[in-house]
């Protein structure tokens, strides 16, 4: 496989790129060409959109989630307003902010927000004639998303079928948001096996074009849903090629808990060995982050304390729990910005496991203040 940079590749982690022949010519010989196009009559060319994401998602790629998502909405809230409607020129960045963010979301497992910036970069994307490809990919990463979190599967059914899937037909980059999508459709209607078939090719896709962390990601839900085909073994592959590409993609956030799934994964099998490492690996990985999200900490640390409880040779389970403990409660003391919404499934299950640590500890299953 080549080692192109992924960054070069207009994605919903990404940014637009010019090619770098283009910018040294530019950078060079600019003034110059300015001015024989003044002579000539020419237009002035049209300057910059002066906003940039880039620190923004240099940040997502690295797996500094709330960082990223930080950075992100500064941005976007300084700047999306413009008095007279906004240029031309920066509806682009915005569309690929708008889902650079969007991503990050995906990241935390806040679907429903992660759905909501991709339509909202979708829609301003329909303004701008040269990002049709990228417009449909973002448009698909929402149905993906509306899918997961329980929305209404007819109406998406009826807008996957606008965009049937034509393996060779679209691109590899279309195609990936395209097979990706009707994964999540067929895992939705519990047609497991075409669901894998569309993981497959999703993930093929994203390979082609070098896109590790979405090769990543999607190989994770392919293994997911081998899990839940109670095909345990086949899920473990996935989750160690899946880990592969979360290595190489540079995402600490991703392959930590590519490292999780994978310590799940061995604990069903039995190995418990190799779980009790993949999660240790995990927290450290997290542990190197400038801001580890506290909620993925708390939950390898809870997974840890139940295997001691299972095994008491391998630690103290009081003592994990205790900790799970004290990384939840860490996380219900962030500001809102750093929690996914109250009424979301992952909120629920945050909640779920902070209650377990409680009652295993002998507390009262009390809620915290936001919890």
């Not at 998602?57 to 008095?83: I, M």
């Not at 079928?161 to 195609?175: M, Q, R, S």
């Not at 395209?178 to 067929?186: E, Q, S, V, Y």
């Not at 507390?363 to 919890?371: K, L, Q, R, Y």
Request: hydrophobic share 45%; proline share 5%.
């Amino acid at each position: 496989m080549a080692t192109t940079n992924p960054k070069a590749f207009l994605r919903p982690e990404s940014r637009i790129h010019l090619p770098v022949t283009f910018v040294i010519v530019v950078a060079v010989f600019g003034p110059v060409l300015g001015a024989l196009a003044g002579c000539a009559g020419l237009p002035d060319p049209e300057p910059e959109c002066p906003v940039s994401f880039a620190h923004a998602a240099d940040l997502g790629e690295r797996g500094e989630l709330l960082k990223a998502a930080q950075a992100y909405r500064e941005l976007l809230s300084e700047h999306a307003v413009y008095p007279d409607g906004m240029p031309a020129r920066c509806i682009p960045v915005f569309a690929a902010g708008k889902a650079g963010y969007a991503g990050v979301l995906r990241q935390l497992e806040d679907r429903d927000g992660a759905a909501a910036a991709y339509r909202e970069a979708h829609r301003i994307a329909s303004e701008y004639a040269g990002l049709e490809t990228e417009r449909r990919v973002w448009q698909l990463a929402a149905v993906e998303l509306e899918l997961d979190s329980g929305a209404d599967v007819a109406d998406l059914r009826e807008e996957l079928f606008e965009f049937a899937p034509l393996p060779g037909h679209d691109g590899p980059k279309l195609e990936t948001a395209l097979f990706a999508a009707w994964g999540a459709l067929m895992q939705r209607q519990a047609e497991l096996d075409l669901a894998v078939s569309m993981y497959e090719t999703a993930a093929e896709r994203a390979a082609e074009l070098d896109r590790a962390p979405e090769a990543a990601r999607i190989l994770r839900r392919k293994a997911a849903a081998r899990v839940l085909q109670r095909n345990d073994e086949a899920a473990l592959e996935l989750y160690l090629e899946a880990l592969s590409f979360a290595e190489r993609s540079g995402n600490r956030a991703l392959e930590a808990e590519l490292h999780r799934e994978l310590g799940r994964s061995l604990a069903r099998l039995g190995e418990l060995d190799g779980a009790e490492w993949a999660w240790e690996r995990a927290l450290a990985i997290y542990e190197k982050l400038n801001r580890a999200p506290r909620d993925r900490v708390a939950d390898i640390e809870f997974d840890l304390a139940v295997l001691f409880e299972l095994d008491g040779s391998r630690g103290n389970a009081s003592h994990q729990y205790r900790r799970a403990l004290e990384s939840y409660k860490d996380y219900f003391e962030q500001s809102a910005s750093s929690r996914v919404p109250e009424g979301s499934r992952r909120h629920a299950e945050i909640v779920r496991r902070y209650e377990a640590a409680r009652f295993r500890l002998g507390e009262d299953a009390a809620a915290t203040s936001g919890a």
